[in-house]
């Protein structure tokens, strides 16, 4: 009996010590170890093997006026990275086309044209840009852009189109004059409606709000069945990101008033762009047309980070009667980001990335996925903002840079998660796949790749 007690004893303190090792292995560390660099340098090449699913980019040549609905003002302040003598742009020319120089002096710069002229020519029509999207293991690139050019395979560049200029029908004089930057932007929001009436077939708007109502419907479905997969905003560039929720009675007054004439207050713009902003949302959750919106910094000097924070956007995510609309906030809310994750508690709304691993190098980059990989990381998605910068340093130079800081944070992300011991990396690999390709193909109901 004896005998039976002592094994007893020794089987429990045997099975104690068990879960209480299971206990010190389950619980996370403060502090990564000094085994990351080679976690890390295990996770990197297969990262690399994953075909991405570009979410925000803005492909297209630098003469192309449809490759954004808007234009950069001119000398406007940009970040030091994301200005165009950033030296790592010279080892993305080395890396796609074989640049044989160390800078972008005239002369050196003349060689990358040239190339890239006899690489048009080698791949003509959509091959070009497949070729670079294959160069870079991308499957698939969201094209945001105005219009879809003939140079773009549709199969691969999946069509976002802007949806702001709904919001300005009236006479901007206001509007236009209130900085430098809306000088520039403004107009091509008139430019852009235009083009919407021209693809509609009708020379003036309505006269009847409801039938102004039917008019952007209608452009709607025309741009999902010409390929759009989701509609996109920019408005944190014109107006606040706070939207008020007036009833449809004063908007179609302040509407029928104004669409023949005159310029409305400040405060009465605001009212029916604030009803049409809530009225396209509604539109995107019967069309199934996600709802893209800018949410970081942007371009220009005028940009006002303040009133287009993020969080302005609250009442409208968790609003109930947007429940089966999709939305993607575009960049993040950068540099509102660890605020912004937060929105992704809600079961319709997501993250993507881009401009945030272009503004930000890779040591910085990786804290902010790995705080959202912590947080929501089915949530999360990647893109690159790839734009083209000029004639010399086009789409493709920033679609490299952009590939590969994300994948680079990503790896680094990752090995500081194992070996906190917060995940296996077996786990990690799922969650890699996840954010560079899987989550937001499933926004999309098989319509891409």
């Not at 060689?111 to 002229?117: G, S």
């Amino acid at each position: 009996m004896k005998r039976y007690t002592r094994a007893l004893c020794r089987a429990s303190v045997i099975l104690l010590l068990a879960d209480f090792s299971t206990l010190l292995f389950a619980q996370a560390r403060p502090l990564p170890g000094p085994d990351v660099p080679q976690i890390y340098q295990r996770l990197l090449p297969q990262i690399e093997k994953i075909p991405a699913f570009d979410h925000h980019a803005h492909p297209g040549y630098a003469d192309d006026p449809d490759v954004d609905a808007m234009a950069a003002p001119p000398n406007a302040s940009e970040a030091l990275r994301t200005r165009d003598d950033n030296p790592e742009l010279v080892a993305a020319a080395k890396a796609l086309f074989g640049y044989p120089y160390n800078d972008f002096s005239a002369e050196h710069a003349k060689w990358l044209v040239n190339k890239k002229e006899e690489l048009k020519k080698q791949y003509p029509g959509t091959q070009y840009f497949d070729m670079i999207l294959d160069k870079i293991n991308t499957e698939s690139s969201v094209a945001n852009r105005a219009m879809m050019p003939d140079y773009l395979d549709p199969q691969r560049f999946p069509w976002v189109f802007f949806a702001d200029s709904f919001m300005w029908p009236f006479n901007n004089e206001r509007e236009t004059g209130r900085n430098p930057d809306e000088g520039v932007y403004i107009p091509l929001q008139e430019k852009m409606l235009h083009r919407w009436m021209q693809q509609q077939n009708i020379s003036n708007l309505p006269a009847n709000f409801d039938d102004y109502l039917k008019f952007i419907s209608q452009v709607l479905e025309t741009n999902k069945s010409k390929g759009g997969i989701a509609m996109k905003f920019e408005v944190a560039y014109f107006r606040p990101t706070t939207f008020s929720d007036p009833p449809k009675s004063k908007a179609q007054d302040i509407y029928e008033r104004f669409v023949v004439g005159g310029i409305p207050t400040e405060k009465e713009y605001r009212t029916f762009q604030d009803y049409i902003f809530r009225y396209l949302v509604l539109e995107g959750g019967r069309l199934h047309l996600p709802v893209h919106i800018h949410t970081a910094v942007g371009i220009g000097d005028y940009f006002n980070l303040s009133k287009s924070n993020i969080m302005n956007l609250e009442s409208v995510l968790r609003d109930p009667r947007y429940a089966s609309t999709t939305f993607v906030m575009i960049h993040g809310g950068y540099p509102l980001e660890r605020e912004a994750i937060w929105l992704a508690a809600m079961k319709n709304v997501y993250l993507d990335s881009s401009f945030g691993e272009l503004a930000q190098y890779p040591s910085a980059f990786k804290d902010t996925l790995k705080m959202w990989l912590e947080t929501f990381p089915d949530k999360i998605t990647f893109g690159t903002d790839c734009f083209p910068y000029n004639q010399v340093l086009g789409a493709e130079e920033s679609y490299w840079l952009g590939a590969q800081s994300s994948r680079m944070a990503l790896a680094a992300a990752l090995a500081e998660m194992i070996s906190e011991g917060e995940i296996t990396e077996t786990r990690a690999m799922e969650l890699a796949h996840a954010y560079l390709h899987d989550t937001a193909v499933k926004l999309y109901d098989g319509r891409v790749h």
